[in-house]
């Protein structure tokens, strides 16, 4: 199973959504990388825990952060919401 996407935006949460519950059905592994720098894995992740265990936005940046590598950068509820197509 592969699924790649270019851009963390709300056009592909849905797909990567539905990529990761199928994963996690099949007992896949799945690696998120992010090309970029700007911590679209952290966000990603973020999403996820979001997504699939119903935290809410600040309570899955905070779980990314503490089971992280130490990092420059941390995903933000902002842009967390805006992968995820929803306001504030």
């Known amino acids: 199973m592969v699924l790649q996407t270019a851009n963390l935006d709300a056009d592909c949460a849905a797909s990567a959504m539905s990529f990761l519950k199928e994963a ?5 592994k799945v690696v998120v990388v992010c090309t970029t720098g700007i911590d679209d894995t952290g966000c990603m992740l973020a999403a996820w825990l979001v997504h699939r265990y119903e935290l809410e936005v ?12 130490p990092s420059k950068r941390s995903p933000t509820a902002a842009k967390v ?7 504030g």
Do not use: I, P, T
Request: charged share 40%; glycine share 8%.
């Open 24 to 28: 996690e059905e099949a007992q896949e």
């Open 58 to 69: 600040d309570a899955a940046c905070e779980e990314v952060v503490k089971s992280a590598r």
């Open 81 to 87: 919401n805006a992968f995820l197509g929803k306001g």
